[in-house]
């Protein structure tokens, strides 16, 4: 990495600790399980390799270290791991536009274990680490990409809108 790709990952570094603790002040809500949120970091693929069971037949189940090196040339990429206390109950990764349009959500994975604490909280958590992070980087939309049908009730209830049939990938978005 040269020395000019250096300053500005540590920019979008500091942005996406900065966007990450902006919205875990806004997730904090009286009587509610505790929201910590930080990056895709080697705690967070430990947890995941050791908290996590896989899921099977059922969608999910990604790889979150070969998905996280995948998107590691991104320097502005979103990532977030979603914790209450040592728990780790969610996680999400995409990257922005080019230009002032949107910042996609790409993939999107509550813990498969049904007892953890941010159960029906992870669409929450992650639209708005993502809301926060896009208008750090002064985008228009978060876009959700390739939702799965079941979700869709949830993410409308998030105030998101599905986009035009035939757009590809199909995806749904949140105006900003």
């Not at 600790?17 to 875990?24: F, N, Q, R, S």
């Not at 914790?83 to 910042?103: E, Q, Y």
């Not at 079941?150 to 986009?163: D, H, S, T």
Request: hydrophobic share 40%; aromatic share 6%; net charge positive.
């Amino acid at each position: 990495m040269t020395g000019t790709q250096g300053a500005i990952l540590m920019r979008y570094d500091a942005m996406r600790e900065a966007a990450l603790l902006d919205a875990a002040a806004r997730l904090r809500s009286p009587g509610a399980a505790a929201v910590e949120l930080t990056t895709i970091n080697p705690a967070a693929l430990h947890a995941w390799e050791h908290q996590w069971i896989a899921r099977q037949g059922q969608p999910g189940g990604w790889n979150w270290r070969d998905q996280t090196r995948r998107l590691q040339p991104t320097l502005n990429r979103f990532e977030v791991a979603i914790w209450s206390g040592p728990t780790l109950c969610g996680l999400a990764i995409g990257k922005p536009s080019r230009g002032a349009s949107h910042l996609a959500v790409q993939l999107l994975e509550g813990s498969p274990n049904t007892g953890h604490p941010l159960r029906g909280r992870i669409a929450e958590c992650v639209t708005v680490a993502a809301a926060s992070y896009a208008r750090l980087l002064g985008k228009a939309q978060i876009r959700l990409i390739r939702p799965l049908p079941g979700a869709l009730p949830i993410y409308r209830r998030l105030g998101f809108e599905i986009a035009p049939e035939g757009a590809k990938p199909p995806y749904c978005y949140l105006e900003l």
